[in-house]
């Protein structure tokens, strides 16, 4: 199966998306040392969720057994979730730092 534009850019917002899970989980580890309490520990467990099934997803891009299926739709479908994860995590991180 050749790898399509879509596939190639939803793996680079895979990547993308773990980077900010990344910063999340860090800061929100940290977060928790300082403060024990159940909201940041329930964010970081979010956060290590999240990160694990980016991890997931980045495998089963490269995958042979393709998780995402054949058809061209479940592509751009796929794409589209990456992105718009990624504008999500993206907002998060931006009032995380703040």
């Known amino acids: 199966m ?18 900010l899970l990344g910063v999340l ?3 929100w580890a940290q977060n928790y040392r300082r403060f024990r309490t159940p909201l940041v520990l329930g964010l970081l467990l979010f956060s290590l969720v999240l ?6 997803a ?14 061209p739709i479940v592509h751009r479908v796929m794409l589209v979730l990456r ?10 991180v931006y009032v995380t730092l703040k």
């Open 51 to 56: 990160l694990l099934e980016n991890l997931v």
């Open 83 to 92: 992105g718009l994860q990624f504008l999500a995590l993206v907002s998060l």
């Open 58 to 71: 980045v495998y089963f891009f490269f995958a042979e057994a393709m998780l995402y299926g054949y058809e």
């Open 2 to 19: 050749a790898i399509t534009t879509e596939v190639t850019v939803a793996t680079a917002l895979s990547g993308g998306n773990l980077i």
């Open 25 to 27: 989980t860090y800061v």
